[in-house]
């Protein structure tokens, strides 16, 4: 019975010593997060390189109003696009706290500005840096950590708030759109680039970005991207959801993201704000400084984002891929399956223009040259279906008769190197076997190869065999006689019957099923066609 007693007594004393650690821990964790939630709102105190201003606290803070009834403002004001050689980033801060001294006004810049940009005092106006600092931590230069109200207002600069219920206009026409896809709300800057509603359409496959003018509507026009000068409101929640909430320049870089998601953007008809200075710089030369900085700006935004073509609203194209100067966009092809493919996406359209030029100049060559050539494998699978290179593809193939090639200046001495020819382009015959290989360009190698055939009691031969299951020999009644076919913007002469031609490479259907070069390493969803 001692025994049992003392057994008793011993666990209440475990269960007691228990119970006290557990408390101990719980009261540890509530002590930590009050703790951390201090360490988030010293933040705003951090100066060197992250938010610089007069007057502590975060972006989000201020004095209630009647914006906010008693729970403090519900916008913040940000200024992104601003050049550091001259701006007036400090008169906009002044227009919008003169009319609305609760809403904070947050400048964003990549790097600290210099000269300095010197913001009101005495009011909620703040820099932030977003170029990080080895000595601070990671929420000193994220902006989402200095945004705490449930609007943002993306303002250019120059622009200037004379009537202070503009901001809840725009408020009310967002909050009226309910759960919507219009996700944003602009109105247009009165006397500055005029503000127009376009329909963006994105294909990150085909690395194209395409603009085309939108109509106006009657109570204001709901598109997918804005061009010229506009204030634009759209939640908190929204932007920072964003993969890159802050790029420049800041409209193409939002408006890449937003319709990738199906979100629109309502653009009122009446201007609600307007800018005192126009132009916006003072001299021809900081114009020129500033177009210089947009223009290498979308540059590498397009890059980031995997965007190699821009169709513009004036039909014009905005280019931003290889070229001839340049390598091309992909590497060593592995497999028969280029990198892109893994990535979901197809041949870049700065490839494909360079394959085309380089068929183009290829095959007037031959033709001038009188060497008999025709389209083969792929190449003469894309102009069967698509009368193009196959969306796909890496390279052109030409079939050349081996006896003609004496024929060919550029091909007939080839054995002692490579040459370059005057138009840039590189002719060599091919390390991987005895077929030639014209190049691009030195710099990029996007190329068409030649294979030489020669028949053999009437069957086409060649002395080098790939793996490709096409490779294989074929009957010369197929070139008896070659006809010409529309292929990447020419007319090129292919097998007289490709269809037979290409199911006796392929197999039979070829045409109709399109496949990736290897399926057993990266497969054709049919369905995303």
């Not at 001299?283 to 540059?299: I, L, P, R, Y």
């Not at 290829?362 to 699978?381: A, H, K, P, Q």
């Not at 382009?425 to 190049?439: I, K, M, S």
Request: charged share 20%; net charge neutral.
């Amino acid at each position: 019975m001692v025994l049992l007693y003392g057994a008793i007594i011993l666990n209440l004393l475990i269960l007691y010593y228990v119970s006290r650690a557990q408390q101990q821990m719980m009261e540890k964790r509530k002590d930590l997060g009050r703790g951390s939630r201090r360490a988030g709102l010293q933040v705003s105190n951090l100066l060197a390189g992250g938010l610089v201003g007069p007057v502590g606290g975060l972006a989000g803070g201020g004095v209630a109003g009647a914006e906010g009834n008693g729970r403090g403002p519900r916008v913040t004001v940000l200024l992104r696009e601003f050049e550091s050689f001259e701006n007036y980033v400090a008169d906009v801060a002044r227009s919008f706290l003169r009319q609305r001294p609760e809403l904070p006004f947050l400048a964003v810049a990549d790097t600290l500005p210099y000269p300095p940009l010197v913001l009101p005092e005495g009011g909620g106006a703040r820099l932030l840096v977003l170029f990080p600092s080895p000595d601070q931590p990671p929420q000193a230069h994220r902006p989402e950590f200095h945004v705490q109200t449930e609007f943002v207002l993306l303002v250019p600069d120059g622009v200037e708030l004379e009537q202070g219920r503009a901001v809840e206009r725009l408020i009310r026409e967002l909050e009226g759109e309910g759960g919507g896809p219009v996700r944003l709300v602009a109105a247009p800057v009165l006397a500055r680039s005029a503000a127009q509603c376009l329909h963006l359409r994105v294909s990150l496959r085909e690395w194209t970005a395409t603009y085309t003018p939108a109509a106006s509507g009657s109570s204001g026009s709901v598109c997918t991207a804005l061009q010229g000068d506009a204030v634009v409101l759209l939640r908190t929640e929204d932007l920072f959801n964003l993969s890159v909430p802050l790029g420049r320049p800041l409209f193409p870089s939002l408006f890449v993201q937003t319709s990738l998601r199906g979100w629109k953007v309502k653009l009122l008809d009446s201007p609600l704000f307007s800018a005192r200075h126009r132009p916006l710089f003072s001299s021809a030369h900081n114009q020129w400084k500033a177009d210089t900085g947009v223009k290498e700006a979308t540059g590498r935004l397009m890059r980031s984002f995997g965007l190699k073509r821009l169709l513009l609203p004036d039909g014009k194209e905005q280019w931003h891929g290889c070229g001839k100067e340049t390598p091309r966009c992909f590497g060593t092809v592995r497999d028969d399956t280029p990198d892109y493919l893994y990535m979901e996406r197809w041949t870049p359209p700065c490839c494909l223009r360079a394959l085309r030029e380089t068929a183009k100049y290829v095959v007037n060559i031959l033709e001038s040259s009188g060497v008999r050539y025709w389209l083969e494998g792929g190449t003469l699978l894309g102009a069967a279906r698509h009368q193009d290179i196959i969306p796909w593809d890496y390279d052109v193939d030409l079939g050349i008769y081996l006896e003609d090639i004496p024929n060919c200046e550029q091909l007939k001495n080839l054995d002692a190197g490579s040459l370059v020819d005057a138009g840039g382009y590189v002719w060599e015959r091919a390390v991987e076997g005895d077929f030639f290989r014209v190049q691009y360009s030195e710099a990029n190698h996007l190329h068409v190869d030649l294979w030489p055939f020669y028949p053999r009691n009437g069957v086409m031969t060649k002395d080098t065999w790939t793996e490709h299951k096409q490779d294989v020999e074929f009957p010369e009644h197929f070139l008896q006689p070659l006809v010409p076919m529309a292929f990447a913007g020419i007319t090129a002469y292919g097998p007289n019957n490709h269809r037979a031609f290409l199911e006796l490479k392929f197999g039979e259907g070829v045409i109709e099923n399109p496949q990736y070069p290897n399926p057993a390493r990266k497969r054709l969803d049919r369905s995303k066609l």
